[in-house]
């Protein structure tokens, strides 16, 4: 895999990072980190570029805690919904089987209406030329 040298200015220290990720995606990683140590220390003037860079840390650990049980919670109401499409498309087909088969049984049913109906005609018949 391609290795990229990307150098980063953050809290004032210089950086030299070797990632595989594109040079463009760390250089803004950098630059959010070096926005978010400097407004730690701009909110809190008494705290040094080490215990801001802490902090910030904890910030961004905690984001990415609450993110990742998001996105779990996220999963399982997808899976879950799956589920339930999965359920009601068994039901529509098993509906959909049902009502064929039951229009089946009405074009039978009218069929031997039909032929009942000549059968009785015939009968009729019968029975006029019969007096």
Same mark, same amino acid.
């Given at each position: 895999?391609?290795?990229?040298?990307?150098?980063?200015?953050?809290?004032?220290?210089?950086?030299?990072?070797?990632?595989?990720?594109?040079?463009?995606?760390?250089?803004?990683?950098?630059?959010?980190?070096?926005?978010?140590?400097?407004?730690?220390?701009?909110?809190?003037?008494?705290?040094?570029?080490?215990?801001?860079?802490?902090?910030?840390?904890?910030? !961004?650990? =905690? *984001?990415?805690?609450? %993110?990742?049980?998001? #996105? &779990?919670?996220? @999963?399982?109401?997808?899976?879950? !919904?799956? =589920? *339930?499409?999965?359920? %009601?498309?068994?039901? #529509? &087909?098993?509906? @959909?089987?049902?009502?064929?088969?039951?229009?089946?049984?009405?074009?039978? %049913?009218?069929?031997?209406?039909?032929?009942?109906?000549?059968?009785?005609?015939?009968?009729?018949?019968?029975?006029?030329?019969?007096?």
């Amino acid at each position: 895999m391609v290795r990229n040298k990307v150098k980063l200015s953050i809290a004032g220290a210089q950086y030299a990072i070797l990632t595989e990720d594109e040079v463009s995606y760390v250089a803004e990683l950098g630059k959010e980190v070096d926005l978010a140590i400097a407004k730690t220390m701009k909110e809190n003037p008494r705290v040094s570029t080490t215990q801001a860079a802490v902090l910030t840390t904890l910030q !961004y650990a =905690d *984001d990415c805690r609450k %993110a990742t049980v998001s #996105a &779990d919670r996220l @999963r399982e109401q997808i899976k879950d !919904y799956l =589920d *339930d499409a999965s359920s %009601a498309k068994a039901k #529509a &087909d098993l509906a @959909r089987h049902e009502s064929e088969k039951v229009k089946r049984e009405l074009e039978n %049913a009218n069929l031997e209406i039909e032929r009942l109906k000549a059968q009785l005609a015939s009968v009729l018949e019968q029975l006029g030329k019969n007096k």
